[in-house]
């Protein structure tokens, strides 16, 4: 067979040229796309599977920008969204040009294209000609196309075959948390085109570096611009991760945020199966347990209204929810007990990862496991993690006395650290998932024997 019908044929195959291709660096699929035109189209889904994008004023609107998203948008498999808090993503107050009064805006979504401003049917795009011309001359245009909700949607056309959809909005101060910014216009505009654009196979939302704010700008039912189905679209999501930035967490710290992420979680109870959350910064509560913390639960009603209805939150209880990490936590061990006794019938697999028990031990924490089990040779199944010391070779006449303190020390060292661990719920297949993990760092009990032969007696010698 000559090489030009060998490779023809290795290029023809569908599994060995994706094969190939997937090892091939971006840099390079951009060279190959250069060639002739078949290896443009064999090249272009993977090199185009993932983009990354930050928001810019021309982002969706330049003629030139969109055209190329029209021709690489249906290879698009994960999007990255990133639009960080700075100087210029703050908005000002809105002034009065004549008495110089800060001016107050009701900030509603359009999300029809506007006509020319000549145009007998044109509509102001923030709600009165007025308004619009004061927005139009104080806030930078940044904000206009943040709030330009058709350019969103329009982009959003263009890549049907969506799967993983990532937001980043890292960068916002403390002392702005109670501040809109042109960041939480943009994740309006965002939400509204995910809403109102056909994406089947959209499953997997990741919140990277968000503020506590944004849960109320992605909120389908209490957000700007809602409608009574928008949150059909966000039941698809099966896999959900959110890394949100600490807030306050004291008995007497305000609770809003805390009841708009108790709130944005009830979205998805019916559909997720993987849940990943972590506070950045300083330790928080458990998003999975909120209406159970002294901040949040309702205190007496105010005597301007003794009759408002006080109501606690809703508790989270997620139908098919089979994996769940948490990190950086302070809860208490009755939380803990209470989630895996919810969640028995359907959760596999759980993580406590760098968490403080504020009452109660890990042993109250666990103790439905060996309710669910019962016996308690699911702790028997657990993966131990130990500090293993690397010791270099004895030399001298007391290698024998170095050796025996080094094996005292490693045994004392030998303890399992219970409070960041993965725990399984006892089914029994744990206990192949720790004997594999063994031999993938140890090697074979035989391979380990020996070494530990060669190494004593290297040692005495």
Same mark, same amino acid.
């Given at each position: 067979?000559?090489?030009?019908?060998?490779?023809?044929?290795?290029?023809?195959?569908?599994?060995?040229? !994706?094969?190939?291709?997937?090892?091939?660096?971006?840099?390079?699929?951009?060279?190959?796309?250069?060639?002739?035109?078949?290896?443009?189209?064999?090249?272009?889904?993977?090199?185009?599977?993932?983009?990354?994008?930050?928001?810019?004023?021309?982002? =969706?609107?330049? #003629?030139?920008?969109?055209?190329?998203?029209?021709?690489?948008?249906?290879?698009?498999?994960?999007?990255?969204?990133?639009?960080?808090? &700075? &100087?210029? $993503?703050?908005?000002?107050?809105?002034?009065?040009?004549?008495?110089?009064?800060?001016?107050? =805006?009701? *900030?509603?979504?359009? $999300?029809?294209?506007?006509?020319?401003?000549?145009?007998?049917?044109?509509?102001?795009?923030?709600?009165?000609?007025?308004?619009?011309?004061?927005?139009?001359?104080? =806030?930078?245009?940044?904000?206009?196309?943040?709030?330009?909700?058709?350019?969103? @949607?329009?982009?959003?056309?263009? @890549?049907?075959?969506?799967?993983?959809?990532?937001?980043?909005?890292?960068?916002?101060?403390?002392?702005?948390?109670?501040?809109?910014?042109?960041?939480? *216009?943009?994740? @309006? /505009?965002?939400?509204?085109?995910?809403?109102?654009?056909?994406?089947?196979?959209?499953?997997?939302?990741?919140?990277? %570096?968000?503020?506590?704010? +944004?849960?109320? *700008?992605? !909120?389908?039912?209490?957000?700007?611009?809602?409608?009574?189905?928008?949150?059909?679209?966000?039941?698809?999501?099966?896999?959900?991760? @959110?890394?949100?930035? %600490?807030?306050?967490?004291?008995?007497?710290?305000?609770?809003?945020?805390?009841?708009?992420?108790?709130?944005?979680?009830?979205?998805?109870?019916?559909?997720?199966? *993987?849940?990943?959350?972590?506070?950045?910064?300083?330790?928080?509560?458990?998003?999975?347990?909120?209406?159970?913390?002294?901040?949040?639960?309702?205190?007496?009603? #105010?005597?301007?209204?003794?009759?408002?209805?006080?109501?606690?939150?809703?508790?989270?209880?997620?139908?098919?929810?089979?994996?769940?990490?948490?990190?950086?936590?302070?809860?208490?061990?009755?939380?803990? /007990? &209470?989630?895996?006794?919810?969640?028995?019938?359907?959760?596999?697999?759980?993580?406590?990862?760098?968490?403080?028990?504020?009452?109660?031990?890990?042993?109250?924490?666990?103790?439905?496991?060996?309710?669910?089990?019962?016996?308690?040779?699911?702790?028997?199944?657990?993966?131990?993690?130990?500090?293993?010391?690397?010791?270099? /070779? #004895?030399?001298?006449?007391?290698? +024998?006395?170095?050796?025996?303190? +080094?094996?005292?020390?490693? !045994? /004392?060292?030998?303890?399992?650290?219970? &409070?960041?661990?993965?725990?399984?719920?006892? !089914?029994?297949?744990?206990?192949?998932?720790?004997?594999?993990?063994?031999?993938? =760092?140890?090697?074979?009990?035989?391979?380990?024997?020996?070494?530990?032969?060669?190494?004593?007696?290297?040692?005495?010698?």
């Amino acid at each position: 067979m000559s090489p030009a019908s060998s490779f023809l044929q290795f290029w023809w195959t569908e599994r060995t040229r !994706n094969s190939f291709l997937s090892h091939v660096p971006k840099d390079d699929l951009a060279s190959i796309r250069l060639a002739c035109h078949d290896f443009s189209v064999r090249a272009a889904p993977l090199l185009f599977n993932t983009l990354d994008i930050t928001f810019r004023s021309s982002l =969706f609107t330049k #003629p030139a920008r969109m055209a190329a998203l029209d021709r690489i948008g249906s290879h698009v498999k994960t999007l990255t969204f990133n639009m960080p808090h &700075s &100087s210029e $993503t703050f908005l000002p107050p809105l002034l009065d040009p004549v008495t110089g009064e800060e001016t107050t =805006f009701v *900030y509603e979504p359009c $999300t029809r294209s506007s006509k020319k401003s000549g145009s007998r049917l044109s509509v102001p795009t923030y709600g009165s000609w007025e308004m619009t011309d004061l927005l139009v001359k104080q =806030f930078s245009p940044l904000f206009h196309a943040a709030a330009n909700v058709p350019s969103f @949607i329009r982009a959003f056309s263009t @890549i049907p075959n969506l799967k993983h959809l990532r937001i980043s909005c890292p960068g916002q101060e403390p002392q702005q948390q109670y501040r809109r910014s042109i960041v939480d *216009y943009a994740l @309006i /505009s965002l939400r509204i085109a995910v809403e109102r654009t056909k994406l089947p196979a959209l499953d997997t939302l990741s919140l990277m %570096s968000i503020h506590p704010g +944004a849960v109320l *700008y992605l !909120n389908p039912i209490l957000g700007f611009g809602a409608r009574p189905n928008s949150a059909k679209r966000w039941k698809q999501i099966k896999k959900l991760s @959110i890394h949100m930035d %600490s807030i306050p967490f004291t008995p007497n710290s305000p609770a809003d945020h805390f009841k708009m992420l108790n709130s944005y979680l009830q979205l998805f109870t019916s559909s997720l199966r *993987y849940f990943k959350f972590r506070w950045r910064g300083a330790k928080g509560p458990c998003p999975i347990s909120l209406g159970v913390e002294t901040c949040v639960q309702k205190r007496s009603p #105010p005597l301007a209204c003794p009759h408002t209805c006080h109501t606690g939150l809703r508790p989270l209880r997620f139908k098919k929810l089979r994996d769940m990490e948490v990190e950086n936590l302070i809860l208490d061990a009755s939380q803990v /007990s &209470s989630f895996i006794t919810a969640h028995r019938h359907t959760l596999h697999v759980f993580n406590f990862e760098d968490t403080t028990l504020r009452t109660g031990t890990w042993d109250d924490a666990l103790a439905p496991l060996t309710r669910i089990s019962g016996s308690e040779k699911w702790k028997e199944k657990s993966e131990e993690v130990m500090d293993v010391p690397l010791l270099l /070779s #004895p030399v001298g006449p007391d290698a +024998a006395q170095v050796l025996k303190k +080094a094996m005292r020390d490693h !045994n /004392s060292l030998a303890r399992p650290r219970n &409070s960041n661990r993965p725990f399984c719920m006892p !089914n029994g297949g744990w206990q192949k998932a720790g004997v594999r993990s063994r031999e993938l =760092f140890w090697g074979t009990p035989e391979h380990m024997g020996k070494f530990l032969r060669i190494s004593l007696l290297s040692w005495l010698n």
